[in-house]
């Protein structure tokens, strides 16, 4: 099977390398043909909240972002001695596993995720963030919330807004990674990265906790 898993950059930093040496064995260990995007967390948002101020556009501080999403995936692909592609389209010509960051202004890396899965026909997109997977509302805002096991794409949508808004959201899944699932009819996952037990559970088809997105 071909799985494309959107990790994201808030499980890579503060760094952690116990984490990062589990997820580099986790890809070593995958039977599967594994895709990997990195997102940029928390420390692109801090780049991306400063150099705001300076008047630039939105658009050149998602090149900012971007670029810490390449670090990211440059960390973790060292452990691989493999080169990290810009594109999806020199992606999806590599041999797995592959291990990329972001790619354009104006698109999160969950959407570049979405993008990879469609063009290499990925049998499941997994969206792995640091929250167990779809609430209701923020859970890091509220304390009263509920997690949806399985959520529609056409509701998801009304949650997730209609396009890109500006560089550094932080968000569980973003308008445009909806509308390219609902588009390729991609199955796809959200669940919390930091237990990669689950993300295994969810590859094998096991039970696990997070959010399936019915499309």
Request: charged content about 25%.
């Amino acid at each position: 099977m071909k799985i494309v898993v959107s990790l994201g950059g808030s499980l890579l930093y503060p760094l952690n390398e116990e984490y990062i040496q589990k997820v580099a064995n986790f890809i070593k260990n995958c039977n599967e043909e594994l895709y990997i995007v990195t997102g940029g967390g928390k420390i692109a948002r801090e780049y991306i909240s400063m150099a705001r101020k300076s008047g630039v556009s939105e658009r050149y501080l998602d090149r900012i972002g971007i670029a810490v999403t390449r670090i990211n995936a440059m960390l973790l692909a060292s452990y691989f001695k493999k080169r990290v592609p810009c594109s999806i389209e020199a992606a999806s010509k590599m041999a797995p596993p592959v291990i990329m960051g972001g790619t354009t202004p104006g698109h999160s890396t969950d959407a570049v995720a979405a993008k990879l899965a469609s063009v290499v026909k990925a049998d499941l997109l997994v969206i792995a963030t640091d929250v167990d997977g779809i609430y209701d509302r923020d859970p890091k805002k509220h304390s009263n919330v509920s997690m949806f096991e399985k959520i529609g794409i056409d509701e998801l949508q009304k949650i997730a807004g209609r396009g890109w808004k500006k560089a550094g959201a932080n968000v569980v899944i973003d308008a445009i990674a909806c509308r390219v699932i609902k588009r390729a009819r991609i199955k796809t996952i959200v669940l919390n990265g930091r237990n990669l037990k689950q993300l295994e559970n969810a590859i094998y088809g096991r039970q696990f906790k997070g959010t399936e997105i019915i499309v």
